[in-house]
């Protein structure tokens, strides 16, 4: 389980903000489940007072995903905009990790095979007294 943060900066979060957020970051969990803390801040933009900026922070363990997201005095579709960058992140980091553990399989097996080919091969050749790498260990 995780801790969330939800907080304002100038500006105070409605509770329904609130929980539509909570509702989403429940959502993210589906792509890494050792998320450890989610931190969300909203600010106002000074420089435009009908602007308001989402930013947040999800720690898991070795990584740190941010994101910020703006809009016009609307924190809803800020807060939208912002889960979606976040899901897209957690999204490439969950394939690549999976793409990488596939990799490292693949190339075990292929070594294997590798092995038991040489093997063959020289049993082929009449040299028997040789055990196959798999029964060795």
Do not use: C, W
């Amino acid at each position: 389980m995780y801790t969330l943060n939800i907080s304002g900066h100038q500006v105070t979060v409605p509770s329904e903000i609130k929980a539509l957020i909570k509702e989403s970051m429940i959502k993210l969990s589906r792509y890494n489940d050792k998320i450890t803390s989610i931190n969300v801040t909203f600010n106002l933009i000074k420089q435009e007072t009908d602007k308001v900026q989402a930013e947040a922070t999800i720690r898991t363990p070795g990584k740190e995903f941010f994101a910020t997201s703006e809009a016009d005095n609307s924190m809803g579709v800020t807060s939208d905009s912002l889960v979606q960058k976040l899901e897209k992140q957690l999204r490439r980091h969950k394939n690549k990790m999976n793409s990488k553990s596939s990799e490292r399989f693949s190339e075990d097996t292929s070594f294997e095979d590798m092995k038991q080919d040489e093997f063959n091969a020289l049993a082929d050749r009449g040299i028997t007294d040789l055990q196959p790498a798999s029964s060795a260990a």
